[in-house]
């Protein structure tokens, strides 16, 4: 079992709808978890990250994590089709053996259609 | 802004070449990371760092070595490239303790022939 595991998609959402990123995780004594954006060709920027339960708001986007299920999820409101991209999960697993390590997701693509 | 520069966006070399990467940070990052993105495989972790000439072995380190002589400066050494070694290579940087976040530079694609 992979340790960050990622929808792998392609997902396609219509122009105004909310795009729904999934994400689970082995390590229950995960601390912080990650959303990355990655456009094609391009090196993978920060969205944002989260580190407690519940919800956690920046602009369209909202982070959600619960770590009694082990999941975080990533909602873009007002899909746009600059949001076409392949969006990576990461996660702080502490049973690496450091705890400085993030380990990814293999990413969704995302196509936002006009 | 944090800011990470890698020293080539597109390298092609000849197997058995000896293939240096650079990565430079401003931004006084104690942590910097090596990563390769592969179609499928996602990004996995060669080598990090967390201080001058310290380094640590990720998920994948085989073929490759690293240096990081100074704060500012994390090489990827590539000792006899292969083939296999055709891929995008991802620098990164962050600080410790402050959600570890990860900043990414604009990458290297590597062409093994």
């Not at chain 1, 004594?29 to 990250?49: A, D, H, N, T, V």
């Amino acid at each position: 079992q992979k340790e960050v595991e990622q929808n792998s998609g392609p997902l396609s959402v219509p122009e105004g709808a909310i795009a729904s990123l999934n994400c689970t995780y082995s390590d229950r004594g995960s601390q912080s978890f990650f959303w990355y954006r990655q456009y094609s060709g391009k090196s993978p920027e920060l969205i944002m990250f989260i580190y407690s339960n519940g919800d956690k708001e920046d602009g369209r986007f909202t982070a959600q994590l619960n770590k009694a299920s082990q999941y975080v999820s990533l909602l873009i409101r007002d899909s746009q089709p600059s949001d076409s991209a392949t969006y990576l999960c990461a996660v702080l697993l502490l049973s690496s053996g450091s705890a400085r390590q993030l380990t990814f997701g293999s990413g969704t693509q995302l196509t936002v259609l006009p | 802004d944090v800011k990470v520069t890698q020293s080539s966006r597109y390298l092609v070399k000849r197997t058995g070449e000896k293939v240096f990467l650079e990565c430079v940070q401003d931004m006084d990052h104690e942590n910097m990371f090596w990563y390769r993105q592969d179609p499928g495989l996602g990004l996995r972790l060669i080598y990090f760092s967390y201080d001058v000439k310290m380094k640590e072995k990720g998920d994948i380190p085989e073929g490759y070595s690293v240096s990081r002589e100074k704060k500012e400066r994390f090489s990827l050494i590539l000792e006899s490239a292969s083939t296999n070694q055709t891929s995008m290579y991802l620098c990164a940087s962050s600080l410790p303790y402050v959600g570890e976040t990860q900043y990414f530079g604009p990458g290297t694609r590597l062409l093994v022939l």
